[in-house]
DNA sequence: CCCTCGCATGGTA
DNA sequence: ATACCATGCGAGG
């Protein structure tokens, strides 16, 4: 997982109004066991707190497939809806702060549904992933 | 060919 | 049983 960084932009996952640079004292705080950050976007004093994270399958790592698949009930309860088999343009905060530009959507399943990210070549290149390491979402927030 | 896409399958919890 | 998800795999480009 990425260490915390102390010189971070981040938005919490409620926060649209755009720009409103409030300075916070930076810096990660730790919340029931988990890193949580303080929301720089606006004044809401949120905090926000890693959506999810996992342990990083082989496919996962595969720079080849460059995409991550979600927990289902993480993608369900975070994610924006998604109305058909589509992919949408998504915005997702590392757990830097740094943003990012992916793409969400599911796959049919017998059944149900597998939710997954898309177009992460870059991310996976950036943080060296590999199978086995554990990397967080720290927020997502549908684009304009 | 070889790669990507879009699911289907099957192991596992 | 039943659901989830890691990966297989065929179709299409």
């Given amino acids: 997982?990425?260490?915390?960084?102390?010189?971070?932009?981040t938005f919490c996952f409620q926060c649209e109004d755009s720009s409103?640079?409030?300075?916070?004292?930076?810096g990660w705080r730790l919340r029931s066991?988990?890193?949580?950050?303080?929301?720089?976007?606006?004044?809401?004093?949120?905090?926000?707190?890693?959506l999810f994270q996992k342990s990083l399958s082989a496919s996962d790592a595969d720079l080849a497939l460059s995409r991550l698949v979600i927990p289902k009930?993480?993608?369900?309860?975070?994610?924006?809806?998604?109305s058909g088999p589509h992919k949408?343009?998504?915005n997702i905060l590392d757990t830097d702060g740094k943003e990012w530009n992916f793409h969400f959507r599911?796959?049919?399943n017998s059944r149900s549904k597998m939710y997954v990210l898309?177009?992460?070549?870059?991310?996976?290149v950036s943080k060296k992933w590999q199978a086995g390491d554990v990397d967080a979402i720290a927020s997502v927030y549908a684009s304009p």
């Fill in 118 to 124: 898309e177009g992460l070549r870059d991310y996976m």
């Fill in 20 to 26: 409103n640079s409030v300075t916070f004292r930076n």
């Fill in 33 to 50: 066991g988990k890193f949580a950050q303080l929301c720089h976007r606006c004044a809401c004093g949120r905090v926000v707190t890693p």
């Fill in 88 to 90: 949408i343009p998504i």
């Fill in 73 to 82: 009930k993480c993608a369900e309860a975070y994610f924006p809806p998604l």
């Fill in 106 to 108: 599911f796959w049919p």
């Fill in 1 to 9: 997982m990425a260490s915390p960084s102390s010189s971070t932009t």
